[in-house]
């Protein structure tokens, strides 16, 4: 790590967390959905990120595309710049989560150690891993992006679960498995698991 000097944090003497939270009448967490492209990280997000909003509650959403074409527009697919996507983007859901709002992380964030990584930037406790699971076969039978057929050609190198490992979490908060069933069954299982997290009038 970069010694940093000169520099003078003053997180104390902001206004806090728990201010802002329950101003949002709602807990702050980032919810880091991880899977192979396609097994549904995004679609499950939007739509649980519409339900939470019509209930009242702050979102933001991050996902692959959007974030590498602007925050991380200069990085590319090498080992060091993976590992610098996803601590940038630990380092803005921190951030969204000391605004006391709830974060919604699509990454496909294929490693333990990417995902060990974010978790220790935003923190164990708010860091909530899901694990979004859908067998390699049916996510390429879905193509959604039309990328398999392009690592399967060799167009695209190092692509998760062709020619680079996805390494399943070995103990994800919640799993997700979205083979052969409906979208909105999928988004019910991760609301009926995050509404009592994040409800201030329930949260335990
Ligand atoms: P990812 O964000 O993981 O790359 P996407 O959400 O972009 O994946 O794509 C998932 C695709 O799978 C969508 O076309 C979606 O309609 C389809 N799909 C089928 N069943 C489900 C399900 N149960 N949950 C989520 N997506 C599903």
Partial sequence: MKEVRHIYPVFDQLVSRESKEWLLQQHSRVVWFTGL????????????????????????????DNVRSGINNNLGFSHEDRRENIRRIAE?????????????????????????LAKSIIGPKDFIEVYVNAPIEECERRDVKGLYAKARKGE???FTGISAPFEAPSHPALELKTQGRKEED???????FLLPIVRLDIAI
């Avoid at 396609?38 to 979102?59: P, Q, R």
């Fill in 37 to 64: 492209s396609g097994s549904g990280k995004t679609t499950i997000a939007k739509e649980a990120e519409k339900v939470l909003y019509e209930m009242g509650h702050t979102t933001m959403l991050l996902d692959g």
């Fill in 92 to 116: 803005a859901s921190k951030l969204f989560l000391d605004c006391g709002i709830i974060t919604l992380c699509c990454f496909v964030s294929p490693t333990e150690e990417l995902r060990q």
């Fill in 156 to 158: 695209i190198a190092d």
């Fill in 186 to 192: 999928c988004v019910k299982e991760l609301l009926n």
